[in-house]
């Protein structure tokens, strides 16, 4: 593979722990957890006689590629796709990109395709899954998921604005591990949604950190969604 498969921590790279992935994509702990032990773990580091995640503390975490994995595996199973056909598509694609993190590629998010069971990926040599090219078309959340993401000279996604990119809050792998931050700081969401639990007005929030309303806004809102 072009690229390593990350099973410890490394500076750059990101450190997510289950709770942090729940939070941060707005998926249930619980699908999260059983995931990435059954699937990415289990099933795909098996292949690599390795394993996606290592333990922080008590808790599992995965570095950023994998945080983006999830999050595409958990729209394409809301959309109706079987569990099964999502991971064939993620070996194939695997093989295809020479890459452990098939689904964090700019290629692959910028075309995969869905009839609503079958995931299918648009290329000049064919399709993985072939059916009536009539019921193809673009997941919406796919456009607007790529949207969120940067992507680095490899292809493979650097940042992650988890409310959009016109919102302060940025995933940054090279900036505080990872976690959500206010855009241009080190001052982490997290840190701003708890002064907001604690009654603290947003003004004297902004006044303290010398950022702007609008990103303790932005702040409290990624929290509240994953709330």
């Known amino acids: 593979?072009?690229?390593?498969?990350?099973?410890?921590?490394?500076?750059?790279?990101?450190?997510?722990?289950?709770?942090?992935?729940?939070?941060i994509l707005g998926i249930p702990y619980p699908k999260v957890l059983r995931w990435t032990n059954k699937f990415w773990n289990d099933r795909f580091g098996s292949q690599y006689q390795s394993s996606y995640s290592w333990n922080v503390d008590l808790?599992?975490?995965v570095n950023f590629h994998t945080l983006i994995e999830i999050y595409l595996f958990y729209e394409?199973?809301?959309?109706?796709?079987?569990?099964?056909?999502?991971?064939?598509?993620?070996?194939?694609?695997?093989?295809?990109?020479?890459?452990?993190?098939?689904?964090?590629?700019?290629?692959?998010?910028?075309?995969?395709?869905t009839d609503g069971t079958k995931v299918l990926f648009e290329q000049k040599n064919g399709s993985i899954y072939t059916v009536d090219a009539t019921k193809q078309f673009k997941l919406g959340f796919i456009r607007e998921f790529f949207k969120n993401l940067d992507f680095g000279s490899d292809s493979l996604?650097?940042?992650?604005?988890?409310?959009?990119?016109?919102?302060?809050?940025?995933?940054?792998?090279?900036?505080?591990?990872?976690q959500p931050i206010i855009k241009g700081t080190n001052i982490q969401a997290e840190t701003i949604y708890r002064m907001y639990l604690a009654d603290e007005p947003i003004?004297?929030?902004?006044?303290?950190?010398?950022?702007?309303?609008?990103?303790?806004?932005?702040?409290?809102?990624?929290?509240?969604?994953?709330?």
Request: glycine fraction near 6%; aromatic fraction near 10%; charge should be positive.
């Open 1 to 23: 593979m072009k690229d390593a498969l990350q099973s410890k921590p490394l500076l750059g790279k990101g450190i997510y722990t289950i709770p942090d992935m729940a939070s």
């Open 59 to 61: 808790t599992k975490a």
């Open 76 to 113: 394409l199973s809301q959309a109706g796709v079987k569990t099964k056909e999502i991971l064939g598509a993620h070996e194939i694609l695997s093989k295809q990109f020479d890459t452990y993190y098939p689904f964090a590629i700019k290629e692959v998010l910028n075309n995969i395709r």
């Open 157 to 178: 996604a650097v940042r992650f604005w988890p409310i959009g990119k016109e919102r302060s809050i940025i995933c940054d792998p090279y900036r505080q591990f990872g």
């Open 203 to 227: 003004d004297f929030i902004a006044s303290i950190y010398e950022i702007s309303r609008k990103n303790v806004l932005d702040a409290i809102e990624l929290h509240k969604r994953a709330a």
